[in-house]
């Protein structure tokens, strides 16, 4: 089997100068993404996809299949003759054969250009099909098994059918059809669904004319322009969201009679495998009560309730149904009622009365279809993959190795029994062949840079490497970060710490500490993951000096319901009592100078950063703070108000942690960073704190980046890590 | 005569303790205006007012008139007393007696309290009359001899007029009546113009709807909301602005029938004594060609051009017409013409044909009334005060005895000859009695913190001091600001510089040095007032171990329009050459350490600060710009144009110090600090550059004040000063 060695670089068309072996300081342009070297730090990869279930290696000039028996690979597209091949026939430029993929059953490989897709058989060697791509429109969502496809203009929503466009809204300004809604929330990222088959497009077409307009500024034009954006903040008026299913054949679109959408959020869209129902998890507006709805797609009429759930804190529905490929009648229902994401299997064809239940993580629920626990455990179903009908098992991602990594598992739908796939020790992303035998398993840990295997599903079959990628960090004498657990501050959890020290770490020393703080909920910081989930920048700062310091407080992901909503209605306050246990740690190492902590974070980890600066002022003498939470009044509804209620329900927990009120508490050097056009946390939120300060006396520091949004990306995230380095380089150390 | 001791503190109504003689540091609360105790460093003041002939003066609790002859003061009106029987006739409260005034030719006072206009026979003891005030309106403005008056409400004009009010125009958003027009260039602040008696209302009545809004952002309200305000950029679409005449009693509206209002400005309202013309100095876009005008105000039609004045730089009439009180037919008409702004008589009665002809400034002129100039040399005029119409004198300030300071002077009309008035080395603030005999007279100079004089203005009698005012500054041992000149980068002329050093100066130490830079026209820095016009900030920063600079460039106010005029669509070019004159001068004492300079400066000093940080990168390691311009294109039409022309006629003088081209030659530290809602150097120019900053891989530091516009004041100003220093201290000191 000839070495694999396709390396991000030449993906990326980069010239690649070999590092030299002597070379010894790494510079943020290395260690920061978007700096122009930080590609030649990236360990190999090598891009796959399934042909049915012989797995492809597709790189820039070719694409070779994979035999699962001996490992050969053999060449089935070559880029050049395929590329003039569709030139001459006027299908436009063909540039890579990265994103190949191949017609389910048939030995024929889907291309695309930057004009057409192009269907090309390869027993046949010629273009069989071609359709051209629908140029300048935005979400384009391609019918599945099919070359329609549906897509946003503007605000309203477009079909292409059979080779003709026809619009399916024409709603006014103030509303917004076929894109995402309730800002991203929800588990929610498009909106646009196919049904299985291809027939009917189901759509989120939202009113937001009712909310107030959050005034954003472009400065990069002739003269400053407005640029509206909706914001509905917590507490005050929402938009209304409705789902639409359209029939591309008939042109005919009806909407789901489902209850008053005021302050209602329509989540989770599933279609049934016959295309005849649909299914939403709906949510009242205080986010503690789901109710899992069947409507008819054909007419829009709500069909049953078929399951609801209560919590006294908050529900937060955020996976589809998933159906059983072998039959129709189940599906497979993902909730942390028990504490953690685990599986439900529901039967359509068992409805029952049902009777309100207490569930062991504090809340309640009513099953209306007769429901199976698949798994349980205090651990947490990540991702459902995908299934192998023969062997009736679900293959998906899960925490019960370790809650800083994902696993393979399959799970055997008859008997219930699960078994783990693959190397144990390790953070797996797979793909699953057409069958659900085999997986292509893309696999990384602290010690191991990057793996690509090809694995049998059933336990049993040999595991082939396709990729055993080296660390090009490993070259240099870098910082190795390590990570540990204390106790919480409720002395009882344990959370997970990492630490980055330098690399002629002399524990005799007392060296200046950063703790860099995320914090908030679905985010974990901490993973079995090279350099455990360590950035560029730590292994910059320890490189520079610092001890760099991270832990994933209660409130943060991956450790189920419990541990995250201990934090509601009061933001912050559990959150940074665990992290002054990480101060407490630091500080009992002896090794950390108690006078030269520094703290920076961004986003829920900028208002943490904040909070810490303000709350613990004898303790944090330096923080960057980025794009924080000043004001939770002034976050958005969908977010704010499932962990913090509304202003109006829960004063204290809003005054407690409205930053604006202790700005006379600053006491060290604070800089405060944010995207000028920053659309999740609005401009506002730092605004009000300077002018807070400057009323109170106080000094923070400001910086702001005109155009960018709430995170620097590319040439400008250097430019931030730069000026990020040098405040502590002036200040802390 | 009793000592007369009125201070500031007690006119604030604050509570001010003894200074102790010990107090040997202030602080930025002392020294910065808007501190705490910045009250405390002030000098005595004392209020006083005319009535006809006599002094009065004007305390809270009492007003005294001062007997000519022998000083005595009597008291005339006490304020307990007169606050009772206002009260008891329900008229408002009155606070004090520090603004009252007296009835021409009567005796009786006009007091102001919160809701009326009072009329106080002081014969009688009783209240003759009241008027109620108009409140809740802006740009209220009183009728002439009368008590009817003109005001606004939104954007259009009403008028109360014999206790009822009309409105005068009705004109939708987009339009401005009443107000001041042309962004207050061309000596406008106003926008409504009564007639000599009081009988007519004009008006400036502005069509901003074609000008493009500059979208200022509130971030104070519950969600930030936007606040559009009219901002017309160098070369883009301007406002119109017609002048309207309206009368009160028959509630007519005229409007003159002027010339395409269409890129034309007018400027300078005068009324004819008998109120039967109206004459507007009009000038074309390109500012380079004035036009007095004169038309009949109750038609409106146009009688007939004055007189015309061009320049290949540019014209800027700053003055409306001064009628002489003893001829209506003879009017003073102010210009820089020949090189300094001086008075030229003109005769109604003596109309012209003329000729262009050359004047000595290197512009053309045409005066088609008979003219006689009146003043003349290289100094200027800078006041018209009034007349003795006895001696047929003309009472005005010119910088006749220096550039640096103001003094009285009379002109007699009859024979031309004029001389000085009061101390020659000081800068003067003049009041005329009625007859014009005499002036009370309030001047500073380095040596003097404030003497108040009644003096006679025909030079001969006896001068009677009504303050000698002691420097509170003395009692510490503070830094003594000196001046001096140097010679512009032109080799020819002289520069006035500043220059503070720390009271413990030893000539033999190194120290840093901070330039405090303006730079821009219409603005003087160094004047013979207390400390040659240094601020607090100044003697601040000396106190603690630097030296403290200015120099007013050429292109800098009060030096003649040669001396501004060279700098034309090169705004920054000269002014810089000129600075770096001054950083020689600076290097060449031996005492400033040449790798310790700093640049502070605002608005146009921001600019040049930004300037020479970038142009002279190696020379300045620190710099604070605030509100700075930093492309020109960005600054409004009248400023920017007039000095600059258009973008689209000088683009290499646009582009020459375009400071975002060249933000990667940022090499020292440069804070830029601005008020987030400023109107006048709006955000984007910041922003601007900090996204070129960025892109260029440069750093500059950042600070807004939120809801502050071009400048800070009050609290905010002290904070600001705190910060600045703190810059200079982190990185210069």
Known sequence: MK??????????????????????????????????????????????????????????????????????????????????LIKDEGLGNLSHLMSVEFVKGQNKAILQTNTHTVIYDLDKKNITESYPLVLGVQNRTPQPNGYNSAYTKGNNLYVMWDG????????????????????????????IFWSPKGNLVAFYRMDQSMVTDYPQVNTSTRISTLVPDKYPMAGMTSHKVYVGIHNPATQKTIYLKTADPTDRYFTNISWSPDEKNIFIIELNRDQNHAELIQYNSE???????????????????????????WDDSKFIYQTQREGYNHLFLMDLNQPQQGIWKDCSAGGKCLEKLKTTQLTKGNWLVKEIVGFNSSTKELIGTSTEVSPLQSNPFALNLTNGKHRLIGFLNANHSISLSESGKYIIDNYTSANI????????????????????????????????????????????????????????????????????????????????????GASGWDIYMANHGYVVFTLDNRGSSNRGLLFENCTFRNLGTEEMKDQMKGVEFLKSTGFVDPDRIGVHGWSFGGFMTTNLMLTYN??????????????????????????????????????????????????????????????????????????????????????????????????????????????FEDYLK
Chains 1, 2 share one sequence.
């Open 449 to 532: 840079a990057r793996n690509i295997d090809i694995v049998s599903t059933n336990g049993k079959g040999k595991t082939m490497n396709l990729l055993t990628a080296s660390n090009p960090m490993d070259q240099y004498n870098l910082p190795k970060p390590e990570i540990g657990t204390i106790k919480a501050a409720d002395g009882v959890t344990d959370l997970y710490y990492r630490i980055t020290k330098p690399s002629d770490f002399d524990p005799n020393k007392k060296y200046p500490a950063v703790i860099y703080v995320y914090g908030g909920p679905h985010a974990q910081m901490i993973t079995n993951t090279r350099n455990y």
């Open 618 to 727: 004898d303790i944090f003498k330096v923080g960057v703070a980025g794009g924080p939470v000043i004001n939770w009044a002034l976050y958005e509804v969908m977010y704010g108000e499932r962990y913090m209620d509304t202003p109006e329900s829960n004063p204290e927990g809003y005054k407690g942690n409205n930053l604006t009120l202790r700005a006379g508490d600053l006491k060290g050097k604070l800089q405060i960073i944010i995207g000028a056009n920053d659309p999740v946390c609005v401009p506002q939120h730092t605004m009000s704190f300077l002018r807070a300060c400057i009323d109170a006396g106080t000094q923070p520091d400001f910086f702001t980046y005109p155009g960018d949004e709430h995170n620097m990306r590319g040439r400008d995230r250097v430019h931030l890590y730069t000026r990020i380095t040098q405040y």
């Open 299 to 325: 007419t829009g009429e709500k069909i049953a309730t078929l399951y609801e759930e209560t919590h006294p804190k908050y529900v937060e529905p955020e996976y589809p149904l998933t159906f059983l490929p």
């Open 164 to 191: 003709k466009e026809h619009q399916v809204t024409n709603d006014p300004e103030g509303w917004l059809c076929g894109q995402s809604v309730h800002r991203n929330e929800f588990g929610i990222n498009n909106g």
């Open 3 to 84: 070495k694999l060695s396709i390396i991000l670089g030449t993906i990326c068309m980069m010239a690649l100068p070999a590092m030299a072996q002597e070379k010894k300081t790494l510079t943020l342009e290395e260690l920061i993404l978007g700096g122009n070297r930080n590609f030649s730090l990236q360990p190999e990869y090598v891009f796959t996809t399934w042909w049915g279930d012989k797995p492809v290696i597709t790189d820039v000039e070719s694409a070779s299949v994979i035999n699962l028996k001996n490992g050969e690979q053999t060449t089935i597209l070559t880029l050049e003759p395929l590329k003039k």
